[in-house]
């Protein structure tokens, strides 16, 4: 199977994603620099969210740039990383409503993670279509900073029920990781031709 209609899919899907999450950001009720200061906090979960989908969007761009099949099981974890994805716009509205309370801080951290081992598992599964010695299998090798990704997502969701402000000290730490571009397939695409 090509991977065409996987990536068409997951832009469509992206897209609606970060369509519903700017549209659930509270307007300030006054027009004032005071009014956005207490706005201030959603509209950095909001960003933090953002970019967060928008790492997932780039690095699977450059996945599928590289892959040259796909099977079910493929199909199957992209949409378990895009179902973790899709809760993200309900978890904001959660964590403006609770003054980002412990819980939902630990949800956001358990929504990425999951999206995160979907990732993984989708990365994990199309070597195996395509082989260790594929684009993707030399690019990919252990996967050491998704790896610790997962486990800093976790860290941070259990973080939440200490002290919130830790949680999300880890997620921004994962998102700034990521920010720092992965040049592994495009070098492992640059060397084969």
């Known amino acids: 199977m090509k991977t065409e209609r996987v990536q068409a899919f997951t832009d469509g899907v992206i897209a609606i994603i970060i369509t519903i999450t700017v549209l659930e950001l509270p307007v300030p009720h006054h027009a004032?620099?005071?009014?956005?200061?207490?706005?201030l906090p959603i509209l950095f979960a909001y960003v933090l969210s953002f970019v967060n989908v928008g790492i997932y969007w780039n690095n699977h761009h450059h996945l599928f740039q590289a892959t040259r099949h796909v099977d079910g099981s493929?199909?199957?974890?992209?949409?378990?990383?895009?179902?973790?994805?899709?809760?993200?716009?309900?978890?904001?509205?959660?964590?403006?409503?609770?003054?980002?309370?412990?819980?939902?801080?630990?949800?956001?951290?358990?929504?990425?993670?999951?999206?995160?081992?979907?990732?993984?598992?989708?990365?994990?599964?199309?070597?195996?279509?395509?082989?260790r010695d594929s684009t993707v299998g030399r690019a990919v090798g252990n996967d050491i900073k998704g790896k610790i990704s997962l486990a800093a997502y976790?860290?941070?969701?259990?973080?939440?029920?200490?002290?919130?402000?830790?949680?999300?000290?880890?997620?921004?730490?994962?998102?700034?990781?990521?920010?720092?571009?992965?040049?592994?397939?495009e070098d492992e695409l640059r060397r084969e031709r």
């Open 32 to 39: 004032d620099l005071a009014a956005l200061r207490g706005e």
């Open 74 to 131: 493929v199909l199957w974890a992209n949409l378990f990383m895009l179902f973790w994805m899709s809760l993200a716009p309900w978890t904001i509205r959660w964590l403006d409503e609770s003054d980002f309370a412990a819980l939902p801080m630990a949800a956001y951290g358990v929504i990425f993670g999951m999206s995160a081992l979907g990732y993984i598992v989708m990365q994990a599964r199309i070597i195996a279509i395509n082989g």
């Open 154 to 185: 976790a860290a941070g969701a259990v973080s939440a029920f200490i002290q919130p402000w830790i949680a999300g000290a880890l997620y921004t730490g994962i998102a700034l990781v990521w920010l720092i571009p992965d040049r592994r397939i």
